[in-house]
């Protein structure tokens, strides 16, 4: 099986340092208007929420639509204050979440 989350996060970063993060989740994302050969509709199945904390804190926010491609991508940045982990977190239009956790270390100096 595919592992649903993958995640970039720098290991350091210097006090204030602004980093990129990176995350792509591994999903269809179908509309639930395509419909196959024989003409039965795909179920609709999309993943419309993203949330990523830092140490708890919400420091970005994705909702997505149904015009979203598959596997969908995000990359943004954030400044960093302190050690500490960043919580990804997907949710589907059902509730149901998948997340992936990853440590950010302040460097010496």
């Known amino acids: 099986m595919?592992?649903?989350?993958?995640?970039?996060?720098?290991?350091?970063?210097?006090k204030n340092e602004v980093v990129r993060l990176m995350?792509?989740?591994?999903?269809?994302m179908?509309?639930?208007?395509?419909q196959r050969l024989d003409g039965q509709?795909?179920?609709k199945a999309l993943a419309g929420r993203f949330v990523c904390l830092f140490n708890g804190r919400e420091v970005f926010r994705a909702d997505l639509d149904s015009g979203t491609a598959s596997?969908?991508?995000l990359s943004f940045h954030v400044r960093?204050?302190?050690s500490?982990?960043?919580?990804?977190?997907?949710?589907?239009?059902d509730?149901?979440?998948i997340e992936k956790i990853a440590r950010i270390e302040m460097k010496e100096g």
Do not use: C, M, Q
Not at 30 to 34: H, I, L, M, T, V
């Open 80 to 82: 960093v204050a302190e």
């Open 95 to 97: 509730g149901n979440s």
């Open 23 to 28: 995350t792509k989740l591994n999903h269809p």
């Open 41 to 43: 509709t795909v179920p």
């Open 71 to 73: 596997d969908p991508y």
């Open 30 to 34: 179908e509309s639930g208007w395509r």
């Open 2 to 14: 595919r592992n649903p989350i993958h995640v970039k996060v720098p290991r350091t970063a210097a």
């Open 84 to 93: 500490g982990e960043f919580r990804f977190v997907w949710t589907d239009e």
